[in-house]
């Protein structure tokens, strides 16, 4: 697949990198034009990748380009053009190793969709790689609360923006933080500026008296004295 004339940007690479094993099914949910999936595909690391959207006509365009330029085998990509909330999870063996990606949507979106998909995550073999545009925080309170552990998360900074990748799952014992942990590297200026941005997002929230922002501040100042400790 290299007739696709577009290329992954930082966020979707390091996506990418944090998929480290193989798995039977790779749903790269609420896709777009498909660009992760197509790398995922041509990097062999799973049995099954699967394109989902909502929008029909990407979906089209899609398969289009698989059908035309994908030479290996058919078993090795599905086009769903299917809300990501529905995911036909239960139609196959429980046995099956998962990686459901959700990246590129709100935070809200983000949890609405994990709220109508863990019920029909019945198998433990299910991992999750999500990367929330805004409400990093909410969302992190969400998979705690419904007992989603850390395998890994990371930063990234791309177009002036900064995103946080979470790689979970129910099997994974180590604690996941409301304010993220190892992903954290106080001597590295973008973390340092991405920490200070969230902070003044929250002291402006506060201002509004809202009680839940004056509690998140918190656990982020609490953060901005390790920096110190570390630079
Ligand atoms: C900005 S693109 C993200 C593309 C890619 N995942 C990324 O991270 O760059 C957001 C996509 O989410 C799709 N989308 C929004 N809600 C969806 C849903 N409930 N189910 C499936 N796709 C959805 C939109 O159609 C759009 O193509």
């Known amino acids: 697949m290299t007739n696709t004339n577009l290329k992954t940007g930082r966020r979707l690479q390091q996506i990418e990198q944090m998929i480290t094993k193989h798995y039977d099914h790779i749903w790269d949910c609420c896709c777009d034009h498909g660009l992760l999936g197509f790398s995922l595909l041509n ?62 949507i709100g935070g809200e979106l983000l949890i609405e969709i994990m709220r109508a998909l863990l019920p029909l ?37 791309e177009n002036k923006r900064f995103y946080e990748l979470l790689h979970v799952s129910r099997q994974s014992l180590k604690a996941l933080s409301s304010v993220g942990s190892v992903m954290w590297d106080f001597n ?4 340092r500026k991405y920490l200070d941005k969230t902070i003044q997002h929250y002291q402006r929230s506060t201002q509004n008296s809202s009680v839940d922002a004056h509690a998140i501040l918190n ?11 570390a630079i």
């Open 43 to 104: 990097a062999q690391v799973a049995e099954t990748v699967h394109f989902v959207d909502i929008v029909p006509d990407l979906m089209t365009d899609i398969e289009g380009k698989l059908q035309n330029h994908w030479q290996g085998s058919q078993q090795a990509w599905q086009v769903h053009c299917l809300d990501a909330a529905e995911l036909p999870l239960k139609q196959l063996a429980q046995t099956d190793k998962h990686l459901i990606i959700i990246a590129g």
């Open 121 to 157: 995550c019945t198998s433990d073999q299910i991992e999750f790689v999500l990367c929330p545009v805004h409400h990093n925080y909410k969302v992190r309170q969400f998979l705690i609360a419904h007992q989603l552990g850390l395998i890994n998360e990371s930063l990234v900074a």
């Open 188 to 191: 590295n200026p973008m973390h």
């Open 219 to 229: 656990q982020y100042l609490s953060l901005k004295k390790n920096t110190r400790a």
